[in-house]
């Protein structure tokens, strides 16, 4: 929820998840049909296992959205993530990271200087600790600079080990 001050108006961010264990033409065209329906803003895909360019030729309507999405082609299982973006939040990215084929970071920026990054992963087990140690970073980092944060993803891991 964003708040305008100067109108006194509350903007809402619709924003999902979702595990796909393999993207295909007839999932993506699925997904879609979804958003669409129930207004979703935001669309975070994990284990897409596709190229970006395979992403791309998919046959789906994309009218309206943006696709994101990351895979760094090596070793494809369980890698791959994705956001699909409504067009009109298209327009406040400012910054975007690509990690591993396992994370996507979008930040966006809003009037006032309220910031939203938006931080996806899927965490490959041989790389547990390297994965969630970064995005522990990008959490503080964000903190730091006062940044509304939206944090999402597959966290397998022992999470009292880390929650200092």
Known sequence: MFNNEHINQK????????NVCTLTEYKLNNIF???RKNGIDIMGITETQKADKEINFFNADKAGYKII???DNKNAIGKGVM??????????????KKINGRILIVDFSFKNNKKLPNHRTGVDMNKKIDMN?????????????????ICCGDFNLQYRRFKK
């Open 83 to 96: 956001l699909i973006i409504r067009n009109n939040l298209e327009k406040h990215i400012f910054n975007i």
């Open 11 to 18: 903007y809402f961010t619709k924003i999902a998840v979702l």
């Open 33 to 35: 049909d979804y958003i």
């Open 133 to 149: 140690t970064h995005v522990i970073k990008q959490i503080k980092n964000a903190k730091s600079h006062k940044m509304e944060i």
């Open 69 to 71: 999405s990351h895979n």
